[in-house]
């Protein structure tokens, strides 16, 4: 299996994206097919051309209407449209769920209703083939996982059906306030509009991660260009990537966070561990350091994954009372391991298998399985563990490999 990477330096944009894609070797009959399912066959023409972009090469991609009156949908008319058509289950609910997000974001900005969104912008049959071509781009892949690093926003203003808007323009605003996902800012970005909604949508919907893995074994690459010239190359990378998560040691991005407290009782650094844990928090240790006035406090330290790091940061704010919080991002190998179940004769026990990367196997018993079956037999942890290797059967898993 394989991960994707989308690398937007310049920009993320819809037809920057399905360049991307179709350079990664998406053939152009997966994009055509599910927008002839809708009835447009007639409605649009693909160009796709061999290019440059400051000198580095890539797929550049235009939409032309051969509508003679292109109508202004609705999102009900586009609504319908997309789910009476014959696409399969899943790309059809990509494709709402994309459509849905733009709607919603559109309709706050105009405060109106979400259904009379009128779509001048995504609407249109470009908008169209954008996001039901990268939706089947995506389905055609069939990615493990997909990671994007953060957009960048640009700044200026720009000319739209509604007239001139600041960039940010109102609806990437929203977008980015609905799903929770940053933008790169700053004068040193290019003084034009580089994410767009229907780019930023995608991603909110499609991507798993927005950030980019610290180690990646690169299989393949597409390079999607934009058409704005800028003060350097505009482009959009697609890398797709062998997935760590498949291997017999897997790589684990990890977020550590640690505080220093000195004002807090016993049990409520007990309280603590256990609401960070509670939040996602994959482990938390204690230890004991001296602090500024030679005053003696406790190192409080949390491991959790990058999409889990934001909610653990709102409990320490609510269960501690730390002022200031140590954040690092950093990883670890581990090994595929599964649980699950042995009979044994005190009954069924709760294990864990781990697959070494030899080809053998390990087993290890719950402690709270050990320390519950203890009090029933009479025998202590250790006899039990000693009984258990040679009368256990065998191993029952109740799920697949996890890294």
């Known amino acids: 299996m394989s991960a994707l990477v989308i690398d937007c330096p310049t920009g993320l944009a819809g037809d920057m994206l399905l360049s991307a894609l179709l350079d990664l070797g998406v053939p152009e009959s997966a994009v055509h097919e599910p927008l002839h399912a809708l009835g447009l066959a007639k409605a649009y023409s693909l160009k796709v051309e061999e290019s440059q972009s400051g000198g580095l090469r890539g797929l550049r991609l235009t939409v032309s209407s051969e509508e003679p009156n292109p109508p202004h949908r609705l999102w009900s008319d586009l609504r319908r449209l997309i789910s009476d058509a014959p696409l399969s289950a899943s790309l059809k609910t990509k494709v709402l769920q994309v459509f849905q997000a733009l709607a919603d974001a559109e309709a706050t900005v105009h405060g109106c209703a979400p259904d009379q969104v009128h779509f001048h912008e995504i ?39 509604h007239g001139v808007l600041p960039v940010p323009v109102p609806a990437v605003l929203e977008l980015a306030k609905r799903h929770q996902l940053q933008l790169l800012t700053g ?9 767009t909604p229907t780019g930023l949508a995608l991603m909110a919907v499609l991507a798993d991660y927005f950030y980019r893995p610290s180690k990646m074994e690169v299989e393949a690459l597409g390079i999607g260009l934009g058409h704005r010239s800028l003060d350097r190359p505009n482009l959009l ?33 007990a309280s603590l561990a256990q609401n960070l844990r509670l939040a996602g928090a994959l ?8 602090m500024k006035k030679q005053r003696p406090g406790t190192s409080v330290i949390a491991l959790t994954t990058p999409d889990q790091a934001a909610a653990l940061r709102q409990v320490w704010w609510r269960h501690s009372s730390t002022i200031g919080l140590r954040e690092r991002e950093q990883g670890r190998w581990v090994l595929p391991r599964r649980c699950g179940t042995s009979a044994t004769p005190w009954g069924l026990i709760r294990a ?40 256990a059967q065998d191993f029952v898993p109740e799920e697949d490999w996890q890294c």
């Open 123 to 161: 609407g249109a049959i470009d908008s169209l083939v954008d996001v039901v071509g990268v939706c089947a781009g995506i389905e055609n892949l069939s990615p493990s996982s997909i990671y994007c690093s953060a957009p960048p926003a640009g700044h200026g203003r720009v000319k739209t059906a």
């Open 187 to 195: 004068e040193d970005l290019p003084a034009a509009e580089l994410t």
């Open 237 to 269: 990378r697609l890398i797709r990537i062998r997935d760590a998560s498949r291997t017999e040691t897997g790589w684990q991005e990890l977020v550590v966070q640690e505080a220093w407290i000195d004002d807090a009782t016993a049990e409520e650094l």
């Open 283 to 290: 482990d938390v240790v204690q230890g004991a350091v001296l």
């Open 352 to 391: 864990k298998q781990t697959r070494r990367p030899d080809g053998t196997f390990t087993l290890k018993w719950e402690q709270d399985e050990l320390q519950r079956v203890s009090a029933q037999a009479g025998l202590t942890v250790m006899e039990l563990r000693d009984r258990l290797s040679l009368e």
